[in-house]
């Protein structure tokens, strides 16, 4: 089994700064890729940034030029510094696990609030 604990969430006035981390623990062989999704009030979970093979990043429109993504390979951890926050911004913010054998885990998640 394996287990992601986010952390880092919060609230914030619009501008702000805040940086996520997702922190794996159990029986990992192998990681494909991980990511962070969100889900607003109301609409459907999305793609927020996703990180493969440790260097290969993805972002969603929305946030390119303001989010980063990134990984510490020894610790497991995946992190996502969130910068120029926007109200639209405001959501739940899942960890996403993907294994080399296609098994998926997410977080519990954590409430990033942005006010305006």
């Known amino acids: 089994q394996v287990q992601l604990v986010e952390s880092g969430g919060g609230l914030v006035q619009a501008g702000g700064s805040l940086r996520l981390s997702c922190a794996a623990s159990?029986?990992?062989?192998?990681?494909?890729?991980m990511a962070w999704y969100r889900q607003a009030p109301g609409k459907q979970r999305e793609l927020v940034a996703d990180?493969?093979?440790?260097?290969?990043?993805n972002y969603a429109d929305s946030v390119k030029g303001r989010f980063t993504i990134s990984r510490d390979n020894a610790k497991n951890t995946v992190y996502l510094q969130m910068n120029s926050l926007k109200p639209e911004d405001t959501a739940v913010y899942y960890c996403?696990?993907?294994?080399?054998?296609?098994?998926?885990?997410w977080g519990q998640g954590t409430q990033v609030t942005v006010s305006s």
């Open positions: 996403n696990l993907v294994t080399a054998l296609s098994r998926n885990y």
């Open positions: 990180i493969s093979s440790g260097v290969i990043t």
């Open positions: 159990g029986t990992i062989f192998a990681i494909r890729a």
